[in-house]
């Protein structure tokens, strides 16, 4: 069975430094990673998606990496800012299940 | 559309009492999953389905849960006989032809609340 582990479960940081999130899973038979964030009371949005043949995805300020054969994904975000202040989440896919990570609750202190 | 629609937002149902859920995937996605949010951040697994076709059904409690995605309709999510451990949010999301690889997209969720 497939358990995906995020630490720290909650981080607070100043605004402007880069922070790293991770990511661990028990199962590398999977077909991709993605990470998504989810804010208060509302759904998921998804900020990045790395297949399983991938190393790292970038978008904006955003870099995720994944090590399938250790079954660790890291999320960089450069330049942190109040906005980013969210719960993220990484998950792992394999056939149509995707299994959920605990979540990091992250706040960016102004 | 562009956005996976989860309607109602909210429903409040009286131990006992049906309830029923929908989801409106993305125009052209072909699959469509459905999850369960209880605490905080823990997803549960339902069901998932490639177009009509049931894909994993692995997570649903069968005797009081059942879902359908049929043509030209939204598919639904129903649970019979509600009991107070079905409060959460359930939440649906779909993906695109690619299947295995594709991204998925979430709805906003809908909060079923049990009395």
């Known amino acids: 069975k497939q358990e995906v582990t995020q630490i720290p479960a909650a981080l607070s940081v100043p605004e402007g430094e880069n922070l790293v999130l991770n990511c661990s899973f028990t199962d590398s038979a999977i077909y991709n990673l993605q990470w998504f964030r989810q804010d208060p009371g509302k759904g998921l949005t998804s900020l990045l998606l790395?297949?399983?043949?991938?190393r790292e995805q970038t978008s904006g300020r955003l870099n995720a990496s994944l090590d399938k054969s250790s079954g660790r994904s890291t999320l960089y975000i450069a330049a942190s800012q109040p906005g980013d202040s969210a719960t993220y989440l990484c998950a792992v896919r394999r056939n149509e299940k995707l299994t959920f990570g605990t979540g990091t609750r992250l706040t960016i202190i102004p | 559309g562009e956005e996976v629609a989860q309607t109602p937002k909210h429903l409040v149902r009286g131990e006992g009492q049906k309830a029923k859920l929908y989801c409106a995937p993305i125009k052209g996605h072909s699959y469509v999953f459905w999850y369960q949010q209880v605490l905080k951040n823990e997803f549960k697994f339902l069901i998932s389905f490639q177009n009509e076709n049931v894909f994993d059904e692995t997570g649903m409690p069968k005797e009081r849960f059942s879902a359908k995605c049929l043509p030209n309709s939204p598919c639904s999510l129903e649970i019979q006989a509600t009991k107070l451990e079905d409060s959460a949010v359930y939440f649906c999301?779909?993906?695109?032809?690619?299947?295995?690889?594709?991204?998925?997209?979430f709805g906003e969720g809908s909060r079923l609340t049990v009395l």
């Open positions: 999301a779909s993906s695109p032809q690619t299947g295995n690889t594709g991204e998925l997209f």
């Open positions: 790395i297949q399983s043949s991938q």
